[in-house]
């Protein structure tokens, strides 16, 4: 896809298929976090892609109680360093659209409990879990939503 289709395609999915995702395609996401830049170059981040299914289970049955997180293959877990989060957003955007391009749908989920994320996945106590991504083939087509106008985003003075 041409960037600007990439961008305007991105939706938020909450249903998927459970079709894997190709070990190939997984490395094009690993690839375009390393990509993103941070301040001072300084990457204050790792991502945990959880493609277990116990695990999966546990983290949507105890910390998100959102269920559809359940059912896309891949969770990816965002931990960064403390204050840091800023930088971890544009890297997690970077993996969005990358995903977009590849055919793949994501969501943000940032309503979790995320010490229970930590103790579930073993992060460490120092370490914030900003966001969630739930990674998968889409299972709906969400039409485009409504935007407000340039007049109203831009003033160039």
């Known amino acids: 896809m041409e960037f600007m289709e990439v961008i305007s395609k991105r939706r938020a999915i909450r249903k998927y298929k459970k079709d894997p995702i190709p070990d ?4 094009k996401l690993f690839y ?13 981040y790792k991502f945990l892609f959880i493609k277990d299914e116990k695990l999966r289970r546990e983290i949507v049955q ?10 896309a293959p891949v969770i990816m877990v965002a931990c960064c360093e403390p204050g840091r ?3 971890t957003a544009i890297a997690v ?6 995903a977009t391009n590849e055919g793949l749908g994501t969501c943000w989920v ?13 992060i460490e106590p120092h ?7 739930p990674i998968g083939y889409p299972d709906e087509s969400p039409s485009a939503r409504p935007r407000k106008s340039l007049d109203e985003l831009i ?3």
């Not at 190939?24 to 490395?27: A, D, W």
């Not at 998100?64 to 059912?71: A, P």
């Not at 955007?93 to 990358?98: G, P, S």
């Open 93 to 98: 955007d970077h993996l969005v659209l990358a």
């Open 24 to 27: 190939v395609i997984l490395q």
């Open 62 to 71: 105890r910390a998100c109680h959102q269920e559809f997180l359940y059912d």
């Open 110 to 122: 940032g309503w979790f409990e995320r010490d229970v994320v930590k103790e579930i996945l073993g």
């Open 127 to 133: 370490m914030e879990v900003p966001i969630l991504i």
């Open 32 to 44: 375009t976090l390393s990509l993103a830049p941070s301040g001072n170059n300084r990457q204050p």
């Open 155 to 157: 003033e160039v003075i």
């Open 85 to 87: 989060s800023f930088d």
